[in-house]
């Protein structure tokens, strides 16, 4: 039995955004129901090297299929100027439930950027007004392609207003969707004023500090504590809806105004899962509804799922011999 080798354009070849999404939507709901085993995110400090290890393993039953697996990424900041490197880079081991066995070894990086794309899909399937049409994109990082293209899976995007400090990550950004959006650079204000907006930034003071009446927010930048995109008043004003309760209130969008009391459990809405299951309510769309994402061990899993198995039915990638089969 051969494992199978996904480097990043294999990943990349190996992807269907809408399967992506829909995948991890059933991983949302897998987790609401309780069929899923994710134990917390493990972290090996590194200060010496101003960086970190994380470990995210989980496992997810649905009616349909089973999966398992573990990302090892990292975040050292030093990296691109020291050593030429990324700041994150990830791993994925993708392995059969049944027998354990490691069936694919994928670049993690490009999967965690498809994986928070789509469960931003997800969050504004269930969170955004039905006739949503613009989208702001706060950060035109490379996370904010991802975010572009998953959620034009799920709403008729046709405006996109796009904020950020670098002029150069700006032009690349329209380069590359003027064809398909019409697509303009605007201030964060402008950004934030549309139907939907997505931040994707590593700000630790807010920067979003008002949005559209009817405006739904994907604050998918916080991602440790002290991190802190949205303005309170914005974020108090909300219907939040959160991913996982211990996550985003340890170090999601939320941590800042939970640590020092200002928000609490009456403030929050749901997570996720429950609104995708209906055990919650979905908000009304008609008011500003924020969806706090901190991103799951199971949504790189699900992520995980489709993409081996479109590289395994189209022979992308390589084959080899990781682990040996005698007994």
């Known amino acids: 039995m051969q494992t199978v080798l996904l480097d990043p354009e294999a990943v990349t070849a190996s992807t269907e955004m809408g399967e992506v999404i829909d995948a991890v939507e059933s991983a949302f709901a897998a987790y609401a129901d309780g069929d899923t085993q994710m134990p917390a995110k493990s972290y090996i400090d590194l200060p010496q090297h101003n960086g970190d290890f994380r470990s995210m ?4 039953e649905t009616d349909d299929w089973e999966a398992a697996g573990v990302k090892w990424v ?3 900041a030093d990296n691109p100027e020291r050593h030429g490197l990324p700041t994150v880079m990830g791993t994925m081991i993708y392995s059969d439930p049944e027998t354990a066995f490691p069936l694919a070894l994928m670049d993690g990086t490009g999967l965690t950027r498809l ?4 469960a931003a899909a997800v969050a504004t399937r269930y969170l955004a007004a039905e006739d949503a049409t613009s989208l702001g994109l706060v950060g035109a990082g490379i996370q904010a392609y991802t975010q ?12 996109v207003v796009i904020s950020d400090l670098r002029e150069e990550a700006i032009e690349a950004f329209i380069d590359e969707f003027a064809g398909e959006f ?3 650079e605007g201030s964060i204000t402008e950004a934030a004023s549309c139907d939907i907006v997505s931040t994707t930034t590593p700000v630790t003071e807010p920067i979003v500090e008002a949005v559209g009446e009817h ?3 994907n604050a998918m930048g916080a991602d440790a504590p002290g991190k802190n995109e949205i303005a309170f008043d914005v974020v108090a004003d909300a219907t939040i809806v ?3 309760y211990e996550q985003c209130t340890h170090s999601g969008e939320i941590n800042v105004p939970w640590s020092d009391g200002r928000l609490d459990d009456d403030d929050l809405h749901g997570e996720l899962g429950d609104v995708v299951t209906g055990r919650v309510d979905r908000p009304d769309p008609d008011g500003v509804t924020l969806f706090d994402s901190t991103g799951l061990a199971i949504q790189d899993v699900a992520a995980a799922r489709v993409i081996y198995q479109h590289a395994t039915e189209n022979d992308i990638g390589t084959e080899f011999a990781l682990v040996g089969t005698d007994t």
Not at 57 to 60: E, G, L, M, S, V
Not at 115 to 118: F, K, M
Not at 148 to 159: N, P, S
């Open 57 to 60: 393993p989980a496992y997810i």
């Open 74 to 76: 990292n975040s050292h």
């Open 242 to 244: 959160i991913d996982d």
């Open 148 to 159: 572009l293209e998953a959620i034009a899976q799920v709403r008729d995007v046709q405006t």
């Open 115 to 118: 994986r928070t794309g789509a």
């Open 215 to 217: 405006t739904h927010i």
């Open 182 to 184: 019409d697509v303009r």
